[in-house]
């Protein structure tokens, strides 16, 4: 990374700050302070695209009166381990932890709960609802859909979201293992910098708007589309595809949300579908009691064997060794509660903006 | 793929002769009828790798002891909607359809199902398991470890298995979505392919026993490692390793069964493992209703409308377009039904070396 100018804050000052937004839209205490919650896990673990950086982009939506600041979170059908969630159009950082909470409470009664949701929008970080089942011995799952930005393989144009998949494995005296992986090649963020560097991306990145592999950020930018996991066939590209394909259908089709190209913008400025097939997108949230399974001690002894096994592993030469997922997130957090959270001084003035809207004080 | 000389036999008369195999060891009729139709299913897809080309694999197993002829597949956890499976040592190719079962019987109960098994062996084709699945209106999942051929990111050597991951989703007048993928950039068999034809393989396929990426087929098949899917890191090869350790835990973690580098071999000459953390391999099956979640009508019209728009996208130039999951194997089942499954001549002479040696006539 090169150098760049940033200033820092307290989490709990930026968490406090998002709550007071939130709270400015007539979204009630316990929401907002929920909402901004998901943010600051994000900051703190080092996901800097999906925390307070977003903010003035849930502040736009609210105030142009395209998410609804107070949703009825509804359970529309459900079964005693299954539920299907319609999120009224509310923040994803408030339908997504109440949805989650309900598989949680499920799993409690019947050892799992699955719930699907629609009418909903952009959650935060697909692994904040993993870390949270571990709080009660639970082993939790996520995924959403997002707006169109992947091209299915040998496709030509964006048809499917980076659409995440997350789940977490909580050890004993070891750290959690904790999985949080978008179903593209790379996040759309690294092309955005290649791009500010001047720099090329490798092939196998990203296509062009005419359906190319392109190794030019603009190319992808401009109605280009990023590759999924695996990029080629011949190195498994079909596969990402098809892990985004399943995050689609069970976050979507299963819920009655928009799949596919048709989910709707999370930003202002981004083009709107010309169908819709269903209401909002869709997350997808799984909770499993681990003593439905096994002695929850007996569990957690083997994952600390199994994080101590693959940490043990041989080092391929030339490389820092094998990590055990969740480590760098975990890392980032330990130190930015140390020492604070870096803001870019663009976002410091987003922030600077929205504080002279709404008169919430920011610095 | 060069010409191969092969033999062609009735899909029919090889299932046959697999349920008359595993009969010859004591395999209970209907146990022996329902690894042959696993078998049998791999065969008709278009999977070769995975049907009677391993029968003399199984064969080895049950004639030197080493597999449960007679399993008592029981239940030794359970709640509503979850179970922990024991095989008893038996064919995976038995106790994966009967665990399978357990997960749809408890889906019909509670919504959805969830069964992690030890104590097993390796079950033929991932998709075999959510194909079952499909029959009952429901979603079925499938996952299974198996013996250590791949590296996690930056490790040295083999520590994890090819680990497959399969769903399916029902349409209603398009064929079902069928998932069904390996966590390794690709299969062993294609470094395998490329040896035999004395072509190199593409970088991000293996390492070298050393550790270093390689291009000999030699290298990565001599003590290498196959990469997880991604391959590099720039490339998302973390997110292919992160894949590969959720299977491993949710499959033996979960279970009590042997995960990572300790997962037994499946053949006789390959090595044992120095260490055994639980018992056998694993696998994890779930079962969702789609009714516990939406209408199923509902649910297939959205499918196919999915399927129609994913078809509906345009083609990258050079490329035959977009390709839904399942429909390679599914035209390989049309023709294969019509004229019968292709055997390479090594093949017909082990099944021949089966039938003189147990009497069963084959050909």
Known sequence: MSKVETKTFASEHLREFSQRVFEHFEVPREDAALAAEVLAMSDLRGIDSHGVGRLHTYFDMLEMGRINPRPQVKIVRERLSTATVDGDNGLGL????????????????????????????????????????????MIGWSMTNTTKLVQPLWGGERMLGTNPIAIAFPGMEEPAVVIDLATSAVAYGKVEIAKRRGEEIPPG????????????????????????????????????????????????????????????????????????????????????????????????????????????????????????????????????????????????????????????PFD
Chains 1, 2 share one sequence.
């Open 94 to 137: 408030v339908v997504g932890p109440k949805a989650n909470e309900i598989a949680m409470d499920k799993a409690a009664q019947a050892g799992s709960g699955w719930v699907s949701v629609c009418n909903t929008n952009h959650y935060g970080i697909a692994g904040y609802y993993p870390i949270k089942a571990l709080e009660r011995d």
């Open 205 to 360: 990145w990203a296509i062009d708007s005419e359906g190319r592999d392109t190794t030019d950020p603009d190319g992808m930018i401009e109605g280009g589309a990023l590759t999924p996991l695996g990029s080629f066939r011949e190195m498994g590209g079909h596969k990402g595809y098809c892990l985004a394909a399943m995050v689609d259908v069970l976050c979507c089709v299963l819920s009655g949300a928009n799949w596919g190209p048709w989910a709707p913008p999370f930003a202002l400025r981004q083009h709107i579908p010309e169908r819709s097939v269903g209401k909002g997108i869709g997350h997808f949230f799984g909770a499993m009691s681990i003593d439905a399974f096994i002695e929850v001690d007996e569990f957690k002894r083997q994952i600390d064997d199994w994080v101590r096994t693959m940490r043990g592993t041989r080092p391929q030469p030339g490389s820092p060794g094998v990590v055990i997922p969740g480590d760098p997130e975990r890392e980032a957090e330990a130190l930015r509660r140390a020492e604070g959270i870096p803001l870019v001084l663009p976002l410091v003035e987003e922030l600077r903006d929205i504080s002279q809207r709404t008169g919430i």
